[in-house]
C-alpha cells in the first residue's frame, strides 16, 4: 500500500485552526485569571496591610474625640489671682418648635405662662398659632424649670444644653469685663478687647489672667457705691493702680450692670465713666502743674511766694479761691489750701508751649492707653488755647481726662517720673513691663511726695487720711458744665491718692458725679467733704491685701515743706 | 511519607501561629489603649464636674454676697493700725507673764538671820565689808525727840529708832524663833535713848529719867514698837534676859 498520505494523517486545516484558537483562548483565559488572581491578591494584600497598619498605630472605632482636653467654648476670664470672673457654662435652654406641637396647644399656652410667667397665656397661644418654626422660651433655665417643662411630655418642646457665659461675680468689675451678645461674641469691655484670643481654640484653654484683683475690686466698688447712694451722686469712677507696673487692680463704673443680663442694662450703666467718660477734674490736676513748674525751674522751692489776694484779676476774667489767702503764699501753702490764684501765677509762669509739650508727654492730649476699647479722647481748648486757658488748665478747668488718665498721670508722677502705659492684663511673660518713658525727673517727684502729704495732712484732703498707711493726694472739685455754663452748684468731686507716700506704690483715683450735700456734709459739696472718706475706708481695707503694713512711725520727709506752711489758724 | 513532605505545611503553621501571636500582642495592645482612654476620658468629665461646681459655690459665695452677709451679720471692718505687729517681739510683748501667788505653796520664810553687821560709832555712817558706805534705812533715820533740860544730865544724842525687825515683819508663827533675835530687844544702857529711855523698869540710867520727870509730863510710849509682831511671852522674857548677850550679836 501505499504511504498514507500526509493529507489524511494531517488535520484538517479547520480543525488546525480551532487548536490553535482553544491555545490562544487558553492563553487568555489564564491571563485573565492570573490578572484576576493578581487583583484579587492586591485587594487581600491591600487589606490585610490596612488591617495591619489600623492594628500597629490606627485608632480604635471606641475612641472618643474632643474629650482628651478640657477645651471651653470661650476661654475663662480670670482675675491676678486666679479667681474666676467670666467662666463658659453649659446651660438648659428651653425651646419651642410651635410646629411640631401635637398637643392641645390652649391648654400648653396656659401650662407654659405658669411655669415661665414672662409671657401670659394669650402670648404663649399666640406664639403656638403664628406658624413659625422655633422660639427660645427660656435660656439658662433652672434644673428644677427644666425638669417641670420636661414633664409637660410635650415633642414640640425643645430642651437642650447650650454653652452660656457666665460671670460668677455679677456686677463686679461689670465694666472691665464687659459682655458677650447672644452668639457668643464679646460686645465690651476685655470680652471685646480680647475676642480673639478668647474663641481662638489654639488659646482659649489658657485663661485670660487680668490685672485686676477681685477683693480690691469689691472694696473699691463698695465704698464707692455707698458714696455715691450717701450723696446721690449720678455717676462715680474709681481706679486702683499700681505705680511702677502701671497694672490697674480694680477699676469700676457706676451705675453698673449685670453683664449676665447685659440686655437690661441702661445706656448710663453700659457707660464706663472710668475710661471712655471725660471730666474735668478740676483741683487734682494741679501736683502736675506745680511738678511742670519744678521740672521746668520756674519753682525753685516749695517755698517760692506767690501773691494770693482774695481775688485775681487777669486776662479779662476773674480767679476766686474757696478759701482765699489774702496774702502771700508758698508753694507748699498754695497745694495744702488747693488756691486756684496761685496755681494759675505758677501756670502762667510755666507759659503756653511748655504746657502743651508737658501734657503730651502725660499722654493727656490724646486717648488713654488701655487694652479696652472703650476710650475716651482727652478734650481741651485746642484752637482757643490762650493764657488764661493754660491758667484754668493749671487747676484742672478747661481740660478733660479720663479718670483712668488721671491715675495714670499720677502713677507716672510718682514712679520717680516715668511713664508706664497702664494694662489691664497682669503684668508676666506674656505682658512684660515695657520701658517707660521719663516725664519728670525723680527730684521733683520725690519732692511732690511730701507736698501732697500736706495736703492730707493739714490741708483740704484730711479726711481722705488713713492712719498708718501714708496718704498722700490731692482733692478736686470741678464745676461741671451744663449747656455751655459752668454751674455754680453742681461739681464733679474727685480725690487722686497715693500711698504709702513715703515709697509710693499704689495710686487710688475715685470721682462721683453730681454729689448733693447732706447734712453730715453741713452742706459742702467739696471733694474734701464726699470723695476723701471713700479713700480713707478704701485704703484701709485695701493697703493690708496689698501688703501695705502701716506704721504709725513712718512719714515722708515733711521736714521739706512744714517749714513753709504758715499756721496762725489753729 | 516522609517528614519532608510536610515542610510546607508546617512552614504554614508557623506562619499562621506567628501572625497569631502577633495578633494577639496587637489586640491586647489597643485593649489597653482603650481602657487608658477611657481613664482620660473619665478624668476630663471629673474635671468638668469639679469646674461646674466650682463655678457654682464661686456664684453662690460672690464677694457681693459675702459683703452684704458682712453688713448684716459678721460687721467685720478693716484693721486699725494699732492692730499690726512687726514681729515676734511685740507679739512677745502682749503676753507678759502674770505675776501668780500659789497659796498652795509651802511657806518659806526669809529666815535668814541678818548678816552680823558691825554698827559704825553714832554719827558715823556705816561701812559695809568693802568700805563702802551702808545705805541706811529711811526707817533708822527717825529721830525721837527728847527735850532734857537736866544740867546734869549726860547730853545724850537722840538715837534712831531702832530698826524694825524687817525680817520677821509680817510672820508670826511659832517657827519664827530665829528672827526672835530681830526683835527690839532691851538696849545696854550705853545705847539705851528715846524709845528705850521710857522704859521706866529696865532702865538703867533711872536718874536721867527721874530728873526729866519733873519738866515734861511721863512719856507713854509703847512697851514695844507697835507695827512690830507681837512676841511670844515668854519669849520676850527669855529675850529680854539675854539681851545682853543678843546685843552683841546684832
Not at chain 1, 480670670?78 to 474666676?84: F, I, S
Not at chain 1, 454751674?487 to 480725690?495: D, E, P, Y
Not at chain 1, 507716700?501 to 453730715?520: N, S
Not at chain 2, 451679720?73 to 510683748?93: H, I, N
Amino acid at each position: 500500500m501505499n504511504a498514507p498520505s500526509p493529507a489524511l494523517v494531517a488535520p484538517r486545516p479547520e480543525r488546525l485552526r480551532l487548536v490553535g484558537q482553544r491555545r490562544q483562548i487558553l492563553a487568555v483565559m489564564h491571563q485573565r485569571l492570573m490578572f484576576g488572581m493578581l487583583v484579587y491578591a492586591g485587594v487581600v494584600a491591600i487589606i490585610a496591610l490596612r488591617i495591619l497598619w489600623l492594628a500597629a498605630f490606627g485608632d480604635h472605632a471606641g475612641r472618643k474625640e474632643g474629650l482628651t482636653a478640657l477645651i471651653p467654648d470661650r476661654g475663662d476670664i480670670v482675675d491676678r489671682d486666679g479667681e474666676p470672673l467670666a467662666r463658659t457654662i453649659d446651660a438648659w435652654t428651653i425651646a419651642i418648635h410651635p410646629t411640631k406641637v401635637i398637643g392641645d396647644k390652649l391648654a400648653l399656652a396656659q401650662k407654659l405662662a405658669r411655669l415661665i410667667p414672662e409671657h401670659s397665656a394669650d402670648e404663649y397661644f399666640a406664639m403656638l398659632r403664628s406658624g413659625k418654626p422655633f422660639f427660645y422660651l427660656r435660656r439658662r433655665a433652672s434644673p428644677d424649670l427644666v425638669e417641670a417643662v420636661n414633664a409637660l411630655g410635650e415633642p414640640g418642646l425643645a430642651i437642650q444644653r447650650e454653652p452660656d457665659r457666665l460671670y460668677p461675680q455679677t456686677t463686679l468689675a461689670a465694666h472691665v469685663l464687659g459682655f458677650t451678645d447672644i452668639d457668643g461674641h464679646g460686645a465690651g469691655g476685655v470680652e471685646r478687647a480680647f475676642d480673639k484670643y478668647l474663641s481662638d481654640p489654639s488659646t482659649r484653654g489658657q485663661p485670660l489672667t487680668l490685672s485686676i484683683s477681685s477683693k480690691i475690686q469689691q472694696a473699691l466698688e463698695h465704698e464707692l457705691g455707698s458714696a455715691m447712694q450717701e450723696f446721690s451722686a449720678i455717676g462715680a469712677a474709681g481706679v486702683v493702680m499700681d505705680v511702677h507696673t502701671g497694672e490697674v487692680l480694680a477699676m469700676t463704673s457706676m451705675p453698673s450692670l449685670n453683664p449676665n443680663t447685659p440686655g437690661q442694662a441702661m445706656p448710663d450703666q453700659q457707660f464706663n465713666r472710668a475710661t471712655l467718660g471725660v471730666f474735668e477734674l478740676g483741683s487734682t490736676f494741679k501736683p502736675f502743674t506745680v511738678a511742670m513748674a519744678m521740672d521746668s525751674g520756674v519753682i525753685k522751692s516749695v517755698g517760692q511766694v506767690y501773691n494770693c489776694p482774695h481775688e485775681l484779676h487777669v486776662y479779662g476774667h476773674v480767679v476766686h479761691d474757696t478759701h482765699p489767702f489774702g496774702r502771700a503764699c508758698t508753694v507748699s501753702e498754695i497745694m495744702m489750701e488747693s488756691s486756684n490764684i496761685g496755681t494759675a501765677q505758677i501756670a502762667d509762669q510755666i507759659g503756653i508751649q511748655r504746657q502743651k509739650a508737658w501734657l503730651k508727654k502725660m499722654g493727656f492730649l490724646d486717648k488713654v492707653e488701655i487694652e479696652l476699647r472703650e476710650r475716651g479722647r482727652a478734650l481741651n481748648p485746642g484752637s482757643r488755647w490762650g493764657p488764661f486757658e493754660t491758667m484754668t488748665i493749671g487747676f484742672g478747668q478747661g481740660i478733660a481726662v479720663a479718670p483712668l488718665q488721671l491715675a495714670m498721670g499720677y502713677a507716672t508722677l510718682f514712679d520717680n517720673g516715668v511713664y508706664h502705659p497702664p494694662t489691664i492684663l497682669k503684668r508676666g511673660p506674656n505682658n512684660p513691663l515695657p520701658a517707660g518713658r521719663r516725664v519728670f525727673s525723680e527730684d521733683t517727684s520725690y519732692k511732690m511726695r511730701s507736698l501732697l502729704r500736706l495736703v492730707v495732712m493739714k490741708g483740704t484732703g484730711k479726711k481722705a487720711d488713713a492712719p498708718g498707711y501714708r496718704i498722700g493726694g490731692k482733692t478736686g472739685t470741678a464745676q461741671k458744665l451744663i449747656n455751655g455754663h459752668y454751674s455754680q452748684t453742681i461739681n464733679i468731686t474727685s480725690f487722686a491718692g497715693v500711698f504709702p507716700m513715703d515709697d509710693p506704690r499704689y495710686v487710688i483715683v475715685v470721682m462721683l458725679d453730681e454729689p448733693h450735700a447732706t447734712k453730715d456734709t453741713y452742706g459742702f459739696t467739696t471733694a474734701g467733704w464726699n470723695v476723701a472718706p471713700v479713700v480713707s475706708r478704701t485704703v484701709s481695707r485695701i493697703a493690708p491685701m496689698l501688703g501695705v503694713a502701716p506704721d504709725l512711725n513712718r512719714e515722708p520727709n515733711m521736714g521739706e515743706v512744714l517749714p513753709f506752711v504758715h499756721e496762725t489758724k489753729e | 511519607m516522609s517528614v519532608r513532605n510536610f515542610g510546607s505545611l508546617f512552614m504554614v503553621a508557623s506562619c499562621a501561629g506567628a501572625a497569631l501571636g502577633c495578633y494577639l500582642v496587637s489586640l491586647r495592645v489597643a485593649s489597653e489603649r482603650a481602657s487608658l482612654e477611657d481613664v482620660e476620658t473619665k478624668i476630663v468629665l471629673a474635671q468638668r464636674d469639679v469646674r461646674t461646681i466650682q463655678t457654682e459655690i464661686g456664684t453662690r459665695a460672690r464677694l457681693s454676697q459675702l459683703e452684704r452677709w458682712n453688713a448684716k451679720v459678721l460687721a467685720l471692718s478693716a484693721p486699725q493700725a494699732d492692730q499690726f505687729l512687726k514681729g515676734s517681739f511685740e507679739l512677745a510683748k502682749l503676753t507678759t507673764p502674770q505675776h501668780k501667788v500659789d497659796f498652795g505653796a509651802p511657806v518659806v520664810l526669809a529666815s535668814a538671820p541678818a548678816p552680823a553687821t558691825h554698827h559704825a560709832p553714832i554719827g558715823e555712817a556705816e561701812t559695809d565689808d568693802a568700805g563702802a558706805p551702808v545705805p541706811v534705812a529711811a526707817r533708822g533715820m527717825l529721830h525721837e525727840a527728847s527735850f532734857k533740860t537736866d544740867a546734869g544730865m549726860r547730853e545724850v544724842p537722840s538715837k534712831p529708832a531702832a530698826p524694825a525687825p524687817l525680817a520677821a515683819v509680817g510672820f508670826k508663827s511659832a517657827e519664827n524663833k530665829p528672827a526672835a533675835a530681830a526683835k527690839p530687844a532691851p538696849k545696854k544702857a550705853v545705847d539705851k535713848t528715846g524709845l528705850a529711855a521710857a522704859h521706866p523698869a529696865k532702865a538703867v540710867d533711872k536718874h536721867v529719867l527721874a530728873s526729866a520727870k519733873p519738866v515734861t509730863k511721863p512719856i507713854r510710849l509703847a512697851k514695844a514698837d507697835p507695827l512690830a509682831p507681837l512676841p511670844d511671852r515668854h519669849l520676850s522674857k527669855s529675850v529680854s534676859k539675854t539681851s545682853k548677850d543678843q546685843h552683841t550679836g546684832r
